[in-house]
């Protein structure tokens, strides 16, 4: 265990009890768009790479995912998860040594997933390259992450650039299938709406970032070359 991935179980230990997280009534539809992507989701297995209490996990499963599987470093989140989901798998690991064989799901979810925040990419190529070992050949791998688009830290997480995080999965040899702003955070503190965004808004969103700071939820859709 890396000193790194040590220091993100102790974080998560600590946080998962009593935090409060942010959650929308319009999350669903957001997963349901995601599901919507792949061929036949009731046949389908989705991996939720720290899932931590289940949230997203449960969101998959109850919108139609016939295999959902989430897996954390942090025994706190995962024994929440087990508590309120009883129709998820639910496994302690490290997204960096996944325990699963080559090809096992369709799909692989990462919202916020810590291993991101870095700001040279290509220095956890390794790391990436674990996660499609364990994806299927054409099967389709979701980046997702609050961002400003700045490309600066905030705190402790890195507001990844469009443009970075696009080159990094070709350079995986992924293909880019499409990429969102979801307008998950603005829209909803400005104005209590969501959509995923059209080419109008792809190219306003991130002059809004720019003035305001405010965060978007930038989705990157690669599939798995064959």
């Known amino acids: 265990m890396t000193s ?5 179980i102790a974080n998560y230990d600590a946080m998962y009890p ?6 929308f009534s319009q999350d669903e539809k957001y997963v349901r ?15 939720d790479v720290g899932c931590g209490r289940g949230y997203w996990s449960r969101l998959f499963k109850e919108n139609g995912v016939g295999h959902v599987v989430g897996i954390d470093v942090s025994q706190v989140g995962l024994r929440t998860a087990r508590e309120a989901i009883s129709d998820v798998e639910f496994a302690l690991a490290d997204a960096t040594r996944l325990p699963y064989a080559d090809q096992s799901f369709d799909m692989m979810f990462c919202q916020g997933l810590c291993i991101f925040a870095t700001d040279d990419l290509s220095t956890i190529k390794t790391d990436a390259l674990e996660l ?9 791998f ?6 400003n688009l700045s490309g600066k830290w905030k705190g402790s997480w890195l507001q990844h650039k469009q443009s970075t995080v696009v080159d990094f999965f070709r350079s995986l040899g ?16 400005l104005f209590g709406r969501f959509a995923i965004t059209n080419n109008l808004l792809k190219h306003a969103l991130p002059i809004v970032c720019c003035i305001t700071g405010l965060p978007i939820c930038l989705v990157v859709i690669a599939r798995k070359s064959i």
């Open 174 to 189: 992924c293909d880019i299938v499409d990429v969102y702003l979801v307008e998950r955070l603005i829209m909803l503190r």
């Open 18 to 23: 009593d935090r409060d997280f942010v959650h």
């Open 142 to 147: 979701f980046f997702a992450s609050a961002t």
């Open 33 to 47: 768009f995601l599901v919507s992507k792949l061929r036949n989701p009731e046949t389908s297995s989705v991996l």
């Open 4 to 8: 790194r991935t040590a220091k993100s």
């Open 132 to 140: 499609l070992r364990c994806l299927k050949d054409d099967g389709l």
